[in-house]
């Protein structure tokens, strides 16, 4: 027998008007914190599950005696269904999962870390791509067959909520890549524009069997990386002799930046118990080979080419431990023609009466962009700012125009220096680039180590991710 509205009213219990209370007055207050009032549409839709169920949300459950099968299955089918949706909201605009996949942040964050991203923290984004499947970034995983997990249109433009912080000097962020917009399928590391930079444009386009297809991907879709933000909008950046410089003074090292240094022993081979105490990984111990290269190489540091001669990544602490090793000569650090020059804004241009080559190590100045600045575009800083101004913000400027920036931008370096691809390489990092602040380590494993023998590293459990 069907009931009118009234008779649906009177037979709601207290606890029903309770629960649709509490949900449609979380609902409103997310709707505040979201700004988009037309989801008030559907206010309606949540009091009717809690309280007059006009809807038959649950329609299968009446057949739990007669047809078992069709309950068992709407009933998986429902809590999938929720169980989608809740993660989908919760990562878009709470927090996700990251995994330390490379080492450009040792020792501060390590490869095999978990991390728990707070999104909230600096103010979650409005998805670009709405249309996505939660946990997958942009491609399913190939036991689900692969291809691409999301669905290009629509395309939102760029918002972000309200957080309670912005991105600091210091601050560990995860950040998706900003010259991940378009990617080789079988070559996705170094990116499209270095492999460009590299082979040529031609050779990468036409050589699908060595590159693969040529894709692209909106913002939100790109890969998640993760540095260390040394540059704020507005601030100047210099790097000499690795010391970054921010608006003329010097920015001080955390104690987790490592460079390059090789090491040269007294005549033995370091033991692997030694290396393990020094948490340098097996993927870190370089011995340089006794061939005619490596000897010569051996030569241009001015290290003895009969001994020995390792290279690793230290710490300043690393470093000290292993200058008091009595089997250990000689420690230098890696100098920079090892590094060489970077791209793409550290390829050679003008820059007043002379050409200018900007290294790993020697690096700018450079102006990071803040939104409201204006600067001139000059042929001495076109290169530098041309994809923010052609790519991120969809603009155009001609040599001797001014032009004033739409959005914030940030310096992000790896702790790793000599082993961090980092703005150094790709540039500024945009403000809708940024994903989140990481949090704590859930959890820590160590690939090169047994499941009962140290694979789980239990002393970084629950660890601030910000220290």
């Known amino acids: 027998m069907k009931l009118n509205l009234k008779e649906r009213i009177s037979n709601i219990s207290r606890k029903q008007w309770i629960k649709a209370a509490v949900w449609g007055g979380l609902y409103v207050l997310f709707l505040v914190w979201h700004g988009n009032w037309w989801w008030l549409l559907l206010l309606p839709f949540i009091v009717d599950m809690?309280?007059?169920?006009?809807?038959?949300?649950?329609?299968?459950?009446?057949y739990?005696?007669?047809?078992?099968?069709?309950?068992?299955?709407?009933?998986?089918?429902?809590?999938?269904?929720?169980?989608l949706v809740a993660v989908y909201f919760i990562n878009i605009y709470l927090f996700q999962n990251y995994q330390i996949p490379s080492s450009s942040l040792e020792k501060s964050?390590?490869?095999?870390?978990?991390?728990?991203?707070?999104?909230?923290?600096?103010?979650?984004?409005?998805?670009?791509?709405?249309?996505?499947?939660?946990?997958?970034?942009?491609t399913f995983p190939k036991w689900l067959g692969g291809g691409k997990s999301y669905i290009d249109k629509p395309q939102w433009e760029y918002r972000?909520?309200?957080?309670?912080?912005?991105?600091?000097?210091?601050?560990?962020v995860v950040f998706n890549f900003p010259t991940g917009d378009t990617v080789c399928t079988k070559m996705q590391n170094p990116d499209y524009y270095t492999l460009c930079y590299y082979y040529g444009k031609h050779n990468v386009e036409t050589r699908k069997d060595v590159f693969g297809d040529i894709v692209w991907r909106p913002v939100d879709r790109r890969e998640n990386y993760v540095k260390r933000c040394v540059g704020e909008p507005g601030d100047?950046?210099?790097i000499i002799?690795?010391?970054?410089?921010?608006?003329?003074?010097?920015l001080e090292d955390k104690p987790g930046v490592q460079y390059n240094y090789f090491v040269q022993t007294k005549g033995g081979l370091l033991s692997a118990s030694t290396l393990d105490k020094l948490e340098i990984s097996k993927d870190d111990r370089h011995l340089i080979p006794q061939t005619k290269t490596g000897v010569e190489e051996k030569l241009a540091l001015g290290l003895d080419p009969e001994m020995p001669v390792y290279q690793f990544p230290l710490t300043q602490e690393m470093k000290q431990k292993l200058m008091k090793n009595s089997a250990v000569d000689t420690v230098i650090l890696e100098p920079e023609w090892r590094g060489g020059d970077v791209y793409p804004l550290g390829a050679m241009f003008e820059q007043g009466d002379s050409l200018v080559r900007w290294t790993r190590d020697n690096y700018g100045p450079v102006y990071i962009p803040k939104k409201g600045e204006t600067i001139t575009i000059t042929a001495d800083n076109w290169q530098i700012y041309r994809r923010v101004i052609n790519v991120y913000e969809h603009s155009t400027a001609q040599i001797g125009e001014e032009y004033t920036f739409k959005m914030d931008y940030y310096w992000m370096m790896g702790d790793n220096r000599h082993n961090s691809a980092d703005s150094r390489y790709w540039g500024f990092v945009p403000e809708d680039h940024i994903v989140g602040r990481p949090v704590f380590i859930w959890l820590s494993v160590e690939k090169d180590k047994p499941w009962f023998h140290g694979h789980i590293r239990w002393n970084r459990l629950f660890k601030s991710a910000e220290k």
């Open 236 to 238: 100047t950046l210099q």
């Open 64 to 83: 739990k005696q007669t047809n078992k099968t069709l309950y068992t299955i709407m009933s998986w089918v429902d809590a999938i269904v929720f169980a």
């Open 109 to 138: 964050l390590r490869v095999g870390d978990f991390l728990f991203v707070s999104k909230a923290s600096y103010g979650p984004r409005v998805p670009n791509t709405p249309l996505s499947f939660p946990l997958v970034q942009h």
């Open 50 to 62: 809690f309280t007059t169920k006009f809807i038959k949300w649950t329609w299968w459950k009446k």
């Open 241 to 250: 002799d690795n010391q970054i410089y921010i608006n003329g003074s010097i």
């Open 160 to 172: 972000r909520l309200k957080g309670w912080d912005k991105p600091e000097k210091g601050d560990i």
